[in-house]
C-alpha cells in the first residue's frame, strides 16, 4: 500500500525560505510520478510541482517557476519542495502526490495516492 507523509511545514515570515519533505513508501510497478499541491484557504488544490522519478523530468506551472524548486533523494524514498522568498499567498496546506508515471496533470483527480498535507503559514 502507498503512503505518503509530508513534514517540514511551519509558520515563517515573508521573505523566508521553507524546505518541505514527503516521504514514499509502498510503491511497486516501478518508480512513480511525483508531485506537490498546494491547498490556499478557500481555493481549490493547485499542482506546484512535479517530477517523474525515473527521468528526472520535472514540470513547474507558469506560476510556480520562479520560487519553487522539487527534487528527490537518490533513493526515490524522499520527495523535496523548497519554496524561497515566501509570500503571504503561499500559505496554504501543502500535499505530496503520486501516481503511475504517466504525464503530469495539473488535475488533482488524477493522482491516486496521497499523504496528509503540511501546514504552511506565512507572516508578513
Known amino acids: 500500500q502507498v503512503h505518503l507523509a509530508e513534514s517540514g511545514g511551519g509558520s515563517v515570515q515573508a521573505g523566508g525560505s521553507l524546505k518541505l519533505s514527503c516521504e514514499v513508501s509502498?510503491?511497486?510497478?516501478?518508480?512513480?510520478?511525483m508531485t506537490w499541491f498546494r491547498e490556499a484557504p478557500g481555493m481549490k488544490r493547485a499542482l506546484v510541482a512535479c517530477?517523474?522519478?525515473?527521468?528526472?523530468?520535472?514540470y513547474y506551472p507558469d506560476a510556480m517557476k520562479d520560487r519553487f524548486t522539487i527534487s528527490q533523494d537518490s533513493s526515490k524514498t524522499w520527495l523535496y519542495l523548497q519554496i524561497d522568498n515566501l509570500k503571504s499567498e503561499d500559505t496554504g496546506i501543502y500535499y505530496c502526490?503520486?501516481?503511475?508515471?504517466?504525464?503530469?496533470?495539473?488535475?488533482?483527480?488524477?493522482?491516486?495516492?496521497w499523504g496528509r498535507g503540511t501546514q504552511v503559514t506565512v507572516s508578513l
Open positions: 502526490a503520486a501516481r503511475d508515471p504517466l504525464y503530469c496533470s495539473d488535475y488533482p483527480n488524477r493522482y491516486p495516492y
Open positions: 509502498g510503491y511497486s510497478g516501478g518508480l512513480p510520478l
Open positions: 517530477i517523474e522519478s525515473e527521468s528526472g523530468l520535472i
